[in-house]
Each structure stands twice: as structure tokens, then as C-alpha cells.
């Protein structure tokens, strides 16, 4: 079992930056490849980021590509994103995800959640 704890999320204006973090417990953290999802209200939940468990690859959505970065603390078990020029279409709650493949876009392809962070990003 893999416990993953979101924080860092807020409200700012739009062009601001925020810099998520999600630690983890439970298990060995650098087995696992980490995802950043994010659900807006009404709308499903999207893939954002995602990271490797071993070389630090990354994958953006277009969305968020060149604005977004995502990064890897395995030494304290913690996944980071930070966005940068925050749109309100930012606007969500951002959950971190865990799993045991290499690198994953796919939410069915994660197994652990955390609970979630809203963001919030006024115009």
C-alpha cells in the first residue's frame, strides 16, 4: 500500500506560480512512476504529468507543456509540479497518482491516489 499526501495547492491570480508536492509512504518511492491528474468541476479527470520511476522521464499534456514541470525527490519520497503562468483554465482539484509501470499516462494505470489539492486561479 502506497499513501500519497497532496499539498501546496491555493488561490492565486492568473500568470502566478505554485508549486504542488505529494509525499508518499508505505513503499519503496523510486519503485514507483508518479502522475500528476487534475479534475475541474463538471469535467472529468485529465492527465497533467507524469514522471519515471527510474530516469526521471517526463510527459506533458499540451496543456500544460512548457508551463508545467514535473521532478522527482527520491530521497524524500516526494513528487513534485510546479506551474508556472497559471490560466484560469488551470483551475482544479490536482491529485497525485502512483504506479508500477515505467512511465504512465493512462489513470487506469495507476493503482494509489491521494486525496487532492485545489487550485485556484482567478482572471
Known amino acids: 500500500q502506497v499513501r500519497l499526501v497532496e499539498s501546496g495547492g491555493g488561490l492565486v491570480q492568473a500568470g502566478a506560480s505554485l508549486r504542488l508536492s505529494c509525499t508518499a509512504s508505505g513503499r519503496t518511492f523510486s519503485n514507483y512512476a508518479m502522475g500528476w491528474f487534475r479534475q475541474a468541476p463538471g469535467k472529468e479527470r485529465e492527465f497533467v504529468a507524469a514522471i519515471s520511476r527510474s530516469d526521471s522521464t517526463t510527459y506533458y499534456s499540451d496543456s500544460v507543456k512548457g508551463r508545467f514541470t514535473i521532478a522527482r525527490d527520491n530521497s524524500k519520497n516526494t513528487v513534485y509540479l510546479q506551474m508556472n503562468s497559471l490560466k484560469p483554465e488551470d483551475m482544479a482539484v490536482y491529485y497525485c497518482?502512483?504506479?508500477?509501470?515505467?512511465?504512465?499516462?493512462?489513470?487506469?494505470?495507476?493503482?494509489?491516489w491521494g486525496q487532492g489539492t485545489q487550485v485556484t486561479v482567478s482572471s
Open positions: 497518482a502512483a504506479g508500477s509501470g515505467l512511465l504512465i499516462t493512462s489513470q487506469n494505470q495507476y493503482a494509489y
